[in-house]
């Protein structure tokens, strides 16, 4: 997949990117230039690879620092309720700011 001029000059407008043309063309490289990586990376046959969860791991074993999911505080929402303008069912009602 590669990008036209075209589609530089929309992504930059859609940002709301103000590009001179040497910028323009630049960009476009890059771009282009990173999804050329990208179907490098796709070409690849990756067919009975397992998934590393951490790239340290093909070096050598990674223990995950991660604590046991559990709640460490009591359930005060009441509390924190009761200065609440409205609350309805245990949530925050506000008002709505996008039509």
Not at 83 to 92: I, M, N, Q, T
Not at 93 to 98: F, G
């Amino acid at each position: 997949m590669a990008l036209t001029a075209q589609d530089i000059a929309r992504i930059a407008h859609l940002a709301r990117l103000e590009l001179d043309p040497d910028e323009s063309q630049r960009m476009q490289s890059q771009i282009n230039g990173f999804f050329d990586i990208v179907e490098k990376m796709r070409a690849v046959d990756t067919a009975g690879v397992e998934p590393l969860p951490h790239p340290v791991a093909t070096v050598r074993e990674v223990a995950l620092r991660l604590r046991e999911d559990a709640a460490s505080e009591p359930d005060q929402r009441e509390a924190n309720q009761r200065s609440a303008p409205a609350v309805e069912r245990g949530l925050f009602l506000v008002p709505k700011v996008i039509e």
